[in-house]
């Protein structure tokens, strides 16, 4: 189960506080992705980055910033402007933006 | 709109009976089409993907362009195969998801 992990497994936030979701991989992937998994709602992509110090927004960007200094590293902020931040988040990367995706065992955030 | 559509939330078939898992899509360009899988407890993982034309622990899946579908099947269920499984699209950098269908196998 190597190559793309996250940190921490659970996490508990009190409302109005910031917090960031680490995302590592080791894979020299290009590529990497930030979903959050709702139930019935499937995977939704909130930022992807396709190469270092770039970054583009995916379709549920409003509340989250990313970064990526570095290849293996993709962190999330969860700030407290998204409404609705209590979630299972997934982190993936891929070698090539379109190629298949490999995913990290995800962090489940709940906010208090 | 550039959407993936998985009707079904929940799908139940007897052990030896034959599944078929509906993916259909919206895209105006060429798309790849995945299918993903997470069983319990392990990590989302993909199954197969259209351009490699394989057949996957039984499963396969043939992207029909004229009704914009990539429906998984597979002859005969077995136990093992119940979990969550997802559609997948990608095209121009973008990639978007179905909302999943699970997948109960019954013995």
């Known amino acids: 189960d190597g190559g793309i992990t996250q940190s921490p497994k659970y996490l508990f936030r009190k409302e109005g506080q910031n917090v960031t979701l680490s995302c590592e991989q080791n894979l020299n992937h290009d590529a990497m992705y930030w979903y959050r998994q709702d139930p019935g709602q499937g995977l939704r992509l909130i930022y992807y980055s396709q190469i270092v110090n770039d970054f583009q927004k995916g379709d549920i960007a409003e509340g989250y910033s990313v970064s990526r200094e570095k290849k293996e590293s993709f962190p999330l902020t969860v700030t407290s402007a998204q409404k609705n931040p209590t979630a299972f988040y997934l982190c993936?990367?891929?070698?090539?933006?379109?190629?298949?995706?490999?995913f990290g065992p995800g962090t489940r955030l709940t906010v208090l | 709109a550039q959407r993936v559509t998985q009707p079904e939330k929940l799908l139940s078939v007897f052990k030896g009976a034959p599944v078929e898992l509906k993916c259909n899509y919206s895209y105006s360009g060429s798309p790849e089409l995945f299918w993903y899988v997470q069983y319990s407890r392990q990590r989302l993982q993909l199954l197969l993907r259209?351009?490699s034309r394989e057949s996957i622990k039984g499963f396969t899946a043939d992207l029909n362009k004229g009704e914009t579908s990539f429906h998984l099947k597979k002859p005969f269920a077995q136990e093992e195969d119940s979990a969550m499984y997802y559609c997948a699209l990608t095209g121009a950098s973008k990639i978007i998801f179905g909302s999943g269908t699970r997948l109960s196998i019954r013995p």
């Open positions: 993936a990367s891929s070698g090539l933006a379109g190629n298949e995706q490999f």
């Open positions: 259209h351009i």
